[in-house]
């Protein structure tokens, strides 16, 4: 936050490189589930920035919509924020909706400048109806306006999901990063041979964890990104927890130690 402020005010001070005036608009760029790191954006904290600075914030949910949050609304809801505070609101309906595509929501002014001027939305054909319906419907179970109590219940099972496979992986000695409540979980393996090793291991003995190349983080902090579900049982949590154990063979849990030395 205090790099964000620092970059806000050089933007009101200096205003645009080689002529400068001031920006006409400036914009905060956030997401609210980082998938690399698995960290919950400080949402109150950047909101409390951009009013001071009059700024706009683009608020990008691909990871977090449907996923945290008491009633699954992301991470506005987290917070328990106002979601008229967040200008421009982004997501995806490939994840928690099980569908495709995505949404952009703002006041109407934006959405109907968006609609006129896109070129995404001016040369793509439209969504497939049964597409439509799927998302229509995953909403409906989400928001419980489908007469049952599964969104609620879903949203629960993910929570305890990921609070209780997060807090077993760092009993075990492991190194993951980002907030308890995230349901992406970054493992950390550091050495890129590794990594590949870890990946075979573990898809030989049933689980499957997405590697993360040097093009997605630092090659000194490479990592296998593991994603949660509702739809996982504690016994499966708990088979891939034994798999991932296992892997010790590759010296994971000595380069915690080494880790937290440096730290220290």
């Known amino acids: 936050m205090l790099d964000l402020e620092n970059k806000l005010k050089s933007a009101v001070i200096e205003g645009r490189p080689r002529i400068s005036r001031p920006w006409k608009k400036i914009l905060i760029l956030i997401e609210g589930v980082y998938s690399m790191e698995g960290s919950i954006i400080r949402l109150p904290e950047v909101l409390q920035l951009k009013k001071k600075y009059r700024a706009y914030v683009y608020l990008d949910e691909a990871h977090s919509i449907g996923a945290i949050g008491n009633s699954g609304r992301g991470v506005v809801d987290y917070f328990g924020l106002d979601p008229k505070d967040v200008d421009v ?5 490939t994840k928690s909706f099980g569908a495709a595509g995505g ?10 400048y968006l609609r006129l001027n896109s070129h995404a939305a001016v040369y793509s054909s439209s969504m497939p109806p049964a597409v439509t319906q799927q998302i229509i419907s995953s909403m409906l179970i989400i928001m419980g306006k489908d007469g049952t109590t599964k969104g609620q219940q879903r949203i629960n099972q993910l929570k305890w999901n990921t609070q209780y496979f997060r807090r077993k992986l760092k009993e075990s000695g492991f190194i993951i990063y980002g907030n308890d409540d995230s349901p992406v979980v970054p493992l950390l393996i550091f050495l890129p041979s590794k990594v590949a090793a870890m990946n075979r291991t573990c898809l030989e003995k049933g689980c499957y964890e997405q590697n993360v190349s040097r093009e997605g983080v630092r090659i000194t902090s490479l990592l ?3 994603c949660l579900s509702a739809a996982h049982s ?7 927890l034994n798999i991932i154990n296992e892997c010790d063979s590759q010296f994971l849990r000595f380069m915690t130690r080494r880790h937290n030395k440096q730290k220290m």
């Open 89 to 93: 609101m982004m997501g995806t309906f």
């Open 103 to 112: 949404y952009i929501a703002g006041n109407k002014k934006l959405i109907h």
């Open 224 to 226: 296998v990104e593991l």
């Open 234 to 240: 504690k016994e499966m949590l708990d088979k891939a």
